[in-house]
């Protein structure tokens, strides 16, 4: 057949929906399906997908577009192969023999692994991880998730025991399934999504010993096979249902799919792709960089030649800030309304929502914040709300794009966008004005999905180079220019940095339970049926530092905080649990002269007090400064 008569399918399996796109050689979608599922919540911080359901939507969605394509008058079989693209760093553990998952996938956005990160980063050799894999250690990686669950469920730990346990990302459980499971046991992983897991070396792109040695799993887990994005024969093929024998050839990383889906193919290029969370990914070439800056190094693709690596800056919350004010606030019954409500004001009225709901991500990594809104008053409007929660993806973008400069010594020209929360011109408007130079959003918006089909296609002869993708949807992309001053964009960007740093402190310091390791799950929240209850046992991690014998006193870990040298700090009676008499209250007393900034690192500080309060289980503390 000729390859113009040839499509291109695209599985693209996100975060919130999977979806199933039918391309033709134009790069234009004539069929596709989409469908949403179960999103678990069983404790504050976590999130889950069940691993079946996953497969099942990707299927449902294949069948009904196909169905689709069918009506239109093709025939199926000219659909020459299919691609996949997914969530990144979602942890998936089933059993190598039966095939059968061992537990809920756990979620990129999941943030129970911070005990285990805590006690990670002290270990030796922490530090020079990232240097090995590009990415530092944070609840994000898959490899503290799995961790996670080797330490808390039986089933998945008795499996490692065995030497049964299989481990991936959800890519790799996708292609074992479609190709039918433990019978065919297609078992591998595209270089995008691999080097997410912390396992991987980011330059030789094959799992590292001192990673795999760090995470105590060395020779102990089933890891899929790193194989290139594009490949004819790596993925296999698909065993039932409408697509059953059309090869699987093309795998990438959703946030890679999509710079590949806009064609970012030269050094220097950059997209932003805001979905559920929102991913800037900077082409810096065939070496890594690793950042200084608070971004990780990815690769970018590999198309089986020497592969193309990004500095990528990660936002954990975007489109799901939408989501929440649709959810859990009622604001409107669909994200797409947001644009208006938000319209329906001239400004934020002084409102910043540091939508710190997994910490903070690049270029922060704050583990301790949480969604914090500043600068309510009686004049705050719903519409104030949802401008500064598309806010708050735009000034996480710009403090992104400053790291990337500085990593990079170049300053980017424009910035393609995409992603379902890209549709809101206001918050493409508002991006432009915080960054100071033009968003380019194209017209089709699908540019993950066409990111997976290209790889795919590249595979198997449909295009044969980049030149023959050149005229793929360039035509009738909005472009938006800045409006504001660069004056105006800086007071701004000013007011959302020192929100960022009041947003601090605050995990721990709440009166929400320790599920970690404490309390028994309750029924899970999900948008449908209860997920299974989790097996807990206590944390313990693989070659875990020994713990320090004495906690140090509080006294000195408040004294030594970075009060400045204007501040005199006299602490009465501040002793640790073990000293601390039944009935006794200690005081902190701070005082001296405070200007703006000292006020601020106060109130940090004393924020840290609450927290030791809570981490030593001091009766009672009094706090006061004046
Ligand atoms: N018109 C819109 N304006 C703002 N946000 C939107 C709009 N449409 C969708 N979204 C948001 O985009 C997200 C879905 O985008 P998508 O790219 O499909 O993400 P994912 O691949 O992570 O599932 C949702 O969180 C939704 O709230
Ligand atoms: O589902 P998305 O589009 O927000 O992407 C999720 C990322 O791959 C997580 O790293």
């Not at 889950?48 to 009904?64: K, N, Y």
């Not at 669950?149 to 959800?170: E, S």
């Not at 010993?209 to 102990?220: M, S």
């Not at 918050?427 to 066409?450: C, K």
């Amino acid at each position: 057949m000729h390859p113009a008569e040839r499509f291109v399918g695209s599985i693209d399996q996100g975060t919130t929906s999977t979806r199933f796109l039918i391309f033709n050689r134009d790069g234009e979608p004539v069929a596709s399906n989409q469908v949403e599922f179960r999103q678990i919540y069983p404790h504050p911080g976590w999130h889950e997908h069940d691993p079946l359901e996953l497969v099942t939507s990707v299927e449902t969605c294949i069948e009904t577009a196909v169905r689709d394509f069918e009506a239109q008058g093709h025939a199926r079989t000219s659909i020459a192969c299919v691609g996949i693209t997914n969530q990144r760093e979602t942890t998936v553990v089933w059993d190598h023999e039966t095939g059968e998952p061992l537990h809920n996938a756990i979620v990129w956005t999941d943030t129970r692994s911070q005990t285990i990160v805590t006690e990670l980063k002290q270990r030796p050799g922490a530090a020079a991880l990232q240097s090995l894999c590009g990415l530092p250690l944070s609840t994000y990686s898959s490899a503290t998730k799995l961790l996670w669950m080797l330490a808390h469920v039986p089933k998945v730990k008795a499996a490692f025991d065995r030497g049964t346990l299989a481990f991936g990302t959800v890519d790799a459980w996708l292609v074992y399934r479609l190709n039918g499971g433990a019978a065919a046991n297609v078992f591998v992983s595209d270089s995008t999504n691999a080097s997410r897991t912390m396992f991987v070396n980011l330059e030789s792109l094959a799992y590292d010993d001192t990673l795999l040695d760090f995470f105590g799993i060395k020779g102990k887990v089933h890891l899929p096979r790193i194989v290139p994005s594009s490949d004819p024969r790596a993925y296999g093929t698909i065993a039932s249902g409408a697509l059953a024998e059309i090869p699987i050839t093309g795998c990438l990383g959703d946030q890679s799919s999509a710079l590949v889906g806009q064609k970012g193919f030269s050094p220097g290029m950059a997209k932003n792709t805001y979905g559920t969370g929102c991913f800037l990914l900077y082409n810096v070439g065939e070496k890594p960089v690793i950042s200084k800056h608070g971004l990780l190094a990815t690769v970018a693709y590999d198309f089986g030649g020497k592969p193309v690596y990004a500095l990528e800056g990660n936002i954990a919350v975007a489109g799901s800030g939408v989501k929440f004010l649709q959810n859990n606030l009622d604001f409107f019954q669909d994200s797409t309304e947001v644009n208006d409500l938000a319209l329906s004001v001239e400004d934020n009225g002084g409102c910043i929502f540091v939508t710190a709901f997994s910490g903070l991500f690049a270029p922060y990594w704050i583990d301790d914040a949480k969604g914090t809104l500043f600068g309510i008053t009686q004049y705050t409007q719903k519409g104030h709300i949802a401008r500064a929660t598309l806010e708050a993806a735009c000034f996480q973008t710009k403090a992104i794009l400053d790291a990337m400069e500085k990593d990079s010594g170049k300053a980017l020209s424009e910035l393609a966008v995409d992603g379902g929360m890209s549709n809101s011109d206001l918050a493409m408007q508002t991006q432009a004005d915080l960054i100071s130079i033009p968003v380019y959003r194209p017209q089709m918006r699908e540019t993950t999905a066409l990111g997976a089909a290209i790889a795919a296609g590249l595979a198997v002869g449909i295009w044969r180079n980049f030149a023959e993708l050149r005229d793929i949807n360039r035509a009738g992309g909005a472009v938006f220019e800045p409006q504001a001053t660069r004056e105006e964009s800086a007071a701004k960007f000013g007011e959302w940095e020192k929100a960022v740093r009041m947003s601090r402190g605050w995990v721990g310091s709440d009166n929400t339970k320790n599920h970690e390791t404490k309390s028994e799950p309750p029924e899970p929240k999900t948008n449908g049926t209860p997920a299974a209850p989790i097996e807990k046992r206590d944390v313990t991690v693989p070659r875990a530092a020994p713990r320090q014998s004495q906690s140090p006193r509080v006294s000195e870990l408040v004294t030594s905080g970075s009060l400045g040298a204007t501040l005199n700090i006299t602490t009465r009676t501040l002793t640790s649990d073990a000293e601390l008499p039944p009935a006794k209250t200690p005081v902190i007393s701070i005082s001296g002269d405070l200007n703006d900034a000292d006020e601020e690192d106060l109130f940090l500080e004393l924020r840290k007090v609450e927290i030791l309060q809570k981490l030593k289980k001091l009766r009672k503390l009094k706090l006061s400064y004046y």
